[in-house]
């Protein structure tokens, strides 16, 4: 056993001597060399030669916005540009100062949000949260609050249509259809009441939808100011008159 693992160790000590004397200088003959590289450098002693860009050229790059970093451009030649213009500045001027950043924000906002609420409020969205009160004033029938007993309607429905005043002429023709209407004890007229009280009192004695549609008239009338013209009157008045007829 001793001789055998002796000439083991014998021949791996003859190998690695082959390997070292043979092989390993063959794989380094075979592989090649990187090739050197030389990179050429600019001759310093070399005159400059200044390119300079044409004037259209830079004219074109100071009158663009997009290139106006510290100063603005031109104001145009134009009038009314040149209003705008300053107008625009004076403008964001303002939107950057410190009294609209400390006070005048806060008053802007409010003057926006009043005046979205008052054309909510002529547009009657928000009618539920402000409703319409009765006129009240010292003119003629301008108010629910006359005495519509002591009215000579038909006078003054004949005054209103001679002066061509046919929305106060619709407004009578509706007073003196609630008249009708109390003295026959079909409503309980009283100044405060709205007109859609009187629909709903009238339809506990009869079919209220005739003397709604004259309500509806007279409300677009009245308080939408929708116009009226002549031929249009005598339309409402005869839908008056055959609700008085029956």
């Not at 145009?76 to 303002?94: D, G, H, L, T, V």
């Not at 005046?115 to 949260?129: H, I, N």
């Not at 005054?159 to 209407?181: E, P, S, W």
Request: hydrophobic share 45%; proline share 6%.
């Amino acid at each position: 056993m001793k001789a055998v693992s002796s000439f083991f160790r014998w021949a791996v000590v003859v190998l690695f001597s082959v390997w070292l004397a043979v092989w390993k200088p063959a794989m380094a003959q075979t592989t090649k060399p990187k090739p050197q590289t030389t990179v050429a450098v600019p001759d310093d002693r070399a005159a400059v030669r200044v390119r300079y860009p044409a004037p259209e050229k830079i004219r074109e790059f100071k009158e663009d916005r997009n290139y106006q970093y510290d100063h603005d451009a031109p104001p145009p030649e134009n009038p009314i540009a040149r209003f705008f213009s300053w107008f625009y500045q004076k403008f964001i001027n303002f939107l950057n100062s410190e009294a609209y950043q400390n006070i005048w924000q806060y008053v802007v906002m409010a003057c926006i949000a009043g005046f979205a609420v008052y054309l909510l409020m002529k547009a009657e969205v928000l009618g539920f949260l402000f409703p319409k009160k009765a006129e009240r004033n010292s003119l003629d029938y301008e108010s629910l609050a006359e005495n519509i007993h002591e009215i000579d309607f038909d006078s003054a429905i004949a005054d209103a249509v001679a002066q061509h005043n046919f929305r106060l002429a619709v407004r009578l023709l509706y007073l003196q259809t609630i008249k009708r209407l109390a003295d026959a004890g079909r409503i309980v007229y009283k100044p405060e009441k709205t007109n859609r009280q009187y629909v709903y009192e009238l339809a506990t004695h009869i079919d209220p939808t005739a003397f709604e549609n004259l309500t509806r008239q007279f409300e677009f009338v009245w308080y939408g100011d929708f116009p009226i013209d002549e031929s249009r009157f005598a339309t409402i008045q005869q839908q008056f008159r055959q609700f008085s007829a029956r």
